[in-house]
């Protein structure tokens, strides 16, 4: 029997047998051996029998005090065992299995397992899976016994016969790590920690197997990454930069500010890749306010002096636009012509533009997804920039990139995540980290409160009003429901409005509105006409209004870390000191958790790593969007330091020449597969 073989060929496996394990994505034979355990049951374990509580699993050690056989009425036979272990009694129930009585003479001990009810005032486990055991050979006794998450129709006993009859007739399941990797890291073989993964003698054991079997997911996930970047370093296609000379110079004095550290290393960062034989392919990651926008704005003059055109695409409308107007500053004066195209352009002013794209007049688009529709051409584009890709699919981010020959790319992120993981999960791409943030911002004290303050609160929001300050109050997301989301919002802002702040001027601000409307309501925010506004999270991005001094989070427990620190993100732009007011009705234990890390960490990069460790791998942003296998033993973030050993050893193999081009087309398959082995 062969890995790539269907299940069919699996001793009971019949087509509906075939239909029900499809529904768990399982096909072949390899499926199979790769469907690992959602978690072991510890027969090692016993409870006290005084100490059970109806509904756990548990595992109990007995003797038998009483066994009947019952028939209440024809066609029904019931098998009542009663255990006793001296701090109590459970019965153990099998219905219509009459034959599983006689095993249970009075004294005998036994070893059961199973989830405990309560009936009657007494305790009792329905087909409790037993051993019989000695009490002189219990502390000998190990065993794990698997447990997978099912669908309905498989019994658990079927699923672990089926795992077991192929792993004892698989054939073909050679090792395919490097036998030095295997050595070096004290790694089980491919076939016994598949065996002891689902059917492990003990935790050592059962530890020893999952490492290897995560090795081998990271190790080959890392050679994949690892031989799409040196397969994109043998394409010498690259717009070769010069040094950057006056115009890049005359941005850079223009600016009114000087560079931090962060924002001086990113660019040089860029200038040698752009200089370099290589396209660029770089991440900046830096916390929200961290100035990626004069980065990118350096980028893009950097391409224009060369003589390309740059293109810089946002994910809203608001923060395209806002993006828009900095670059205006920036190049006040200087010979960039920068130009704006959305969804809301009108075809007068979009046909201008898609001329000026052509005959390069214009030497800057900035712009929403509109930039990546069909018939927008450059004339030699030679930049890309995504800002906030996380919010993009890589798909739309290459669309973008097609649109040059072979442009620069670069890809700014504002929910920074630890520099390895940034290496291995983004791939391809190298990785530029602006720790650090401009001179002069105080840190936003932040607060997590419940009903009970939110007069208070209020109480504060008008002083900071009467002050001359401005309030953001932020809506929660009401999941799948934008309506909803609408609603909410509208109410708050109506409440806020008639009701708890008369006197004030109150705006309301959300994703459904005209663009036209958007604009102006923002545009009054920015001046000061609007003291306090109200909106759904289309501000969580991109808003720079420096007299704004409080940020309301409503349900911030609806949000996720990250999110709601790009949103306090939004004060603490100016000299006074801000607040970031979470206000969530919900207790929780995460809840508090997480309120708790907002309060204390001010830092985006320790916050997003403990996002990360909260949340686990499963969600982490972007991980199948940049076309990664399933990890099924794995864990992004639980196994980082075993992800830099897979990724040492994987690079070792590919430096010595190996392609794995079997292993890698077989795991990874489709789209990422493609961009490795097939010429584009
Ligand atoms: P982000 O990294 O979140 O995109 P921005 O680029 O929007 O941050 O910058 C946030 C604010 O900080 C802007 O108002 C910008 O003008 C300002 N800024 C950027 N760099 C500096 C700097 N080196 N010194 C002072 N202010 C800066
Ligand atoms: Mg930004």
């Given at each position: 029997m062969h890995l790539s073989d269907s299940v069919q060929y699996i001793k009971g496996v019949g087509p509906s047998m075939k239909g029900k394990l499809s529904r768990l994505g399982i096909a072949t034979v390899e499926d199979l051996v790769s469907?690992?355990?959602?978690?072991?049951?510890?027969?090692?374990?016993i409870t006290k029998m005084e100490e059970l509580r109806p509904d756990d699993e548990a595992v109990i050690y007995g003797q038998v005090a009483d066994m009947r056989k019952i028939?209440?009425?024809?066609g029904l036979t019931i098998v009542n065992v009663l255990l006793i272990d001296g701090t109590g009694a459970v019965t153990l129930v099998y219905f219509n299995?009459?034959?599983?009585?006689?095993?249970?003479?009075?004294?005998t001990y036994v070893l059961a397992y199973g989830r405990i009810e309560y009936n009657y005032g007494k305790l009792q486990i329905s087909g409790a899976e037993t051993e019989f055991i000695s009490p002189d050979e219990l502390p000998s006794f190990q065993k794990l016994v698997p447990v997978y998450p099912l669908t309905e129709g498989i019994r658990i006993s079927q699923m672990r016969n089926m795992i077991s009859f192929a792993l004892d007739h698989?054939?073909?399941?050679?090792?395919?790590?490097?036998v030095e990797t295997l050595k070096r890291q004290h790694l089980m073989g491919r076939l016994e920690a598949a065996r002891a993964m689902h059917n492990p003698k003990n935790w050592e054991e059962q530890k020893e197997a999952r490492r290897r079997t995560a090795f081998e997911e990271l190790f080959f996930m890392q050679a994949g990454i690892l031989l799409l970047r040196k397969k994109r370093e043998k394409q010498v296609l690259s717009i070769k930069c010069a040094p950057s000379g006056k115009l890049v110079q005359a941005v850079r004095e223009h600016f009114p500010f000087r560079l931090t550290e962060g924002q001086r290393q990113a660019f040089s960062d860029i200038e040698d890749d752009m200089e370099g034989l290589i396209p660029m392919q770089r991440l900046i990651q830096g916390d929200v306010?961290?100035?990626k926008t004069a980065v990118a704005a350096l980028a893009l003059a950097k391409i224009v002096e060369n003589g390309y055109q740059g293109a810089l695409m946002a994910p809203t409308e608001v923060l395209a636009g806002q993006h828009y107007h900095t670059f205006q500053e920036f190049y006040r004066g200087l010979p960039i012509h920068v130009a704006y195209l959305s969804g809301q352009t009108k075809t007068k002013d979009r046909n201008e533009i898609l001329q000026g794209l052509l005959d390069g007049s214009i030497d800057v688009l900035i712009g929403t997804h509109?930039?990546?529709?069909?018939?927008?051409?450059?004339?030699?584009?030679?930049l890309v920039i995504t800002d906030e890709?996380?919010?993009?699919?890589v798909r739309q981010r290459k669309a973008l990139e097609?649109?040059?020959?072979c442009p620069h790319t670069l890809v700014m992120t504002a929910t920074p995540i630890p520099r390895t993981m940034a290496l291995s999960i983004y791939g391809d791409l190298d990785v530029s980290s602006i720790r650090g943030m401009p001179p002069g911002r105080h840190p936003v004290k932040t607060y997590a409160i419940g009903s009970s303050m939110l007069r208070r609160v209020f109480n504060f929001m008008g002083r900071e009003m009467t002050a001359g300050h401005q309030v953001y109050v932020v809506c929660p997301l009401v999941e799948k429901s934008e309506k909803q989301d609408l609603a909410s919002a509208v109410a708050v802002y109506e409440e806020l409005k008639d009701k708890?702040?008369?006197?004030f001027q109150v705006g309301l601000v959300h994703g459904r509105m005209k663009n036209s409307d958007k604009e102006r309501v923002m545009e009054d925010f920015h001046g000061g006409k609007i003291n306090l506004l109200v909106a759904?999270?289309?501000?969580?991005?991109g808003v720079n209004v420096p007299n704004a001094t409080i940020m309301f989070v409503y349900?911030?427990?609806?949000?996720?870390l990250s999110q709601l620190h790009q949103l306090r993100g939004?004060?603490?732009?100016?000299k006074s000191q801000s607040y970031c007011i979470l206000f969530s009705d919900n207790h929780n234990e995460v809840t508090e958790t997480r309120m708790k890390l907002m309060c204390e960490i001010q830092d985006g990069f320790l916050l997003s790593e403990k996002d990360l460790l909260l949340r686990g791998?499963?969600?982490?942003?972007?991980?199948?969007?940049?076309?990664m296998p399933d990890l099924k033993a794995a864990d992004i973030v639980r196994d980082l330091p075993l992800l830099e050993m897979a990724r040492k050893e994987a690079k070792r193999a590919v430096d010595g020449g190996a392609d794995f081009k079997e292993e890698l087309s077989h795991r990874f398959g489709g789209a990422f597969f493609k961009r490795l082995y097939e010429d584009e």
């Open positions: 469907f690992y355990p959602r978690r072991y049951q510890d027969w090692t374990k028939t209440p009425r024809r299995q009459p034959w599983k009585g006689d095993a249970f003479r009075k004294g698989v054939e073909d399941m050679e090792e395919n790590l490097p306010g961290s100035g509109a930039l990546i529709e069909k018939d927008v051409v450059f004339a030699h584009l030679g890709q996380h919010r993009f699919g097609t649109k040059g020959g708890v702040f008369p006197m759904t999270s289309v501000i969580e991005v349900g911030a427990d609806r949000f996720g939004r004060v603490g732009r100016g791998s499963g969600e982490f942003f972007g991980y199948h969007q940049h076309g």
